[in-house]
């Protein structure tokens, strides 16, 4: 159960990463703001999620 929880933990911050730096390249080339607004959200909604995984991970790996 650990084991995959912490999968999914790096996961999901890859894929935060990934989003990140897609926005940040998408800033450099002036697209369109309504993409730049939902790569923003994308990446809020992944850090909850990468973040709340570490914390059922830690509340796990307590007990």
Request: aromatic share 10%.
């Given at each position: 159960m650990k084991t995959a929880l912490m999968i999914l933990v790096v996961l999901a911050m890859l894929a935060t990463l990934g989003v990140l730096?897609?926005?940040l390249v998408g800033l450099a080339?002036?697209?369109?703001?309504t993409r730049q607004n939902r790569l923003m959200q994308a990446r809020?909604?992944?850090q909850f999620v990468a973040l709340a995984l570490f914390g059922l991970l830690l509340l796990i790996s307590k007990s």
């Open positions: 730096f897609a926005g080339r002036n697209t369109d703001g809020i909604g992944l």
